[in-house]
């Protein structure tokens, strides 16, 4: 359920895509 | 020791970018335990903000927030206000994914407030964006309208044809 939520909010998808890739570096 | 945190940090951070959330979880939780071994604050900010983007991959969307909720706290004790708006930008877009649109919009609002503090246009205008998403899933469409007239502005503004 949590995750076909999601799918619905445009800004939390686009944040999602951009989380991806991101990542805290030593 | 420091080094293997800083290799474990390392791993962390492939498998995540690999995909692999669970294995990126337990290399961050090892990252974790050597930060607070050495009493390393940012090291231990890094690892919350990476455990609580693994999480989000993993669909737990409470134990993200909680990793979150501790990275700002950190962020606040190292006076860091780029990452303080960055943990809030993450709660908003977690508390959102948990359907708690209050909590959502109150720290996109302090991720608003920060980016407008640092003259970050394009925080600014994602910050304009959730809370214009927040707001219509709250059904407040006037807050919501007012947000999306800013996030327009905005991104014409920066050149954000998307």
Redesign the interface.
Known sequence: VQRMHLIQVDSVQRWMEDLKLMTDCE | RAAQG?AY??LG?SH??LGNFPKAVAFHKQRLAIAKEFGDKA?E??AH??LG?AH??L?R?DVAAEYFRKALQLSRQLKDQAVEAQCC??LG?TY????DYEKAIDYHLKHLAIAQELGDRVGEG?AC??L??AYM?LGNREQALYFAEKHLEISQEVGDQD
């Open positions: 800083r940090g390392n951070n995540y970018l090291a900010k890094r903000s990476n983007n989000i991959f669909g969307f930008y993450s877009n959102t994914l948990l359907q994602r964006w959730s214009e998403d899933s």
